[in-house]
């Protein structure tokens, strides 16, 4: 599924030398209309480079600009975020996975990734409930059989 731009106005430009090397799975804690709404919101403070839901791919910050997604700003210069449709009880749909191994396997192939390494949940870098309802371990092997 080709990703439409909605371009987000919080990132910096560039990633400060830093190499990509990993990609951290999210969720909205909504639709992707919520994700949306925020990530065009300059007082947010907040993006990511992509959102899946309802059928649909949005992108909002290149991969080579830093979004601001990981609340760690050497985690955000490193890596690419994707967000997932999803709440505490509602997991995302089968769509929106198979979307978002879709992404991680173009995305790992362009940057040289293992995604047995590279993809990561937010939880792992710091203390948050997200990723949530999101099976990010299901995205990351459905990915490693891809690339
Ligand atoms: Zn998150």
């Known amino acids: 599924m080709s990703p439409t731009w909605v371009t987000s106005p919080n990132y910096t430009e560039g990633r400060g030398g830093t190499p990509i090397d990993r990609i951290v799975i999210h969720y909205i804690v909504g639709r992707l209309s919520a994700a949306d709404a925020t990530f065009q919101n300059p007082d ?4 990511a480079h992509y ?19 990981a609340g760690d700003w050497g985690f ?7 967000e997932h449709s999803a709440d505490q009880y509602r997991a995302p749909t089968w769509e929106t996975i198979m979307a ?5 396997t173009i995305l790992c192939r362009q940057f040289g990734l293992d995604p047995m390494t590279a993809i990561v949940p937010h939880d792992s870098i710091r203390a ?9 371990e299901d995205i990351r092997d459905r990915t490693a059989q891809q690339v």
Do not use: K
């Open 100 to 104: 978002s191994v879709d992404r991680c």
């Open 51 to 69: 959102g899946i839901g309802e059928g649909r791919v949005h992108q909002y910050v290149s991969v080579f600009n830093t979004a601001w997604h």
């Open 44 to 47: 947010s403070g907040v993006s």
């Open 76 to 82: 955000n210069q490193r890596s690419i975020g994707i």
């Open 128 to 136: 948050t409930a997200c990723p949530g309802t999101v099976d990010w």
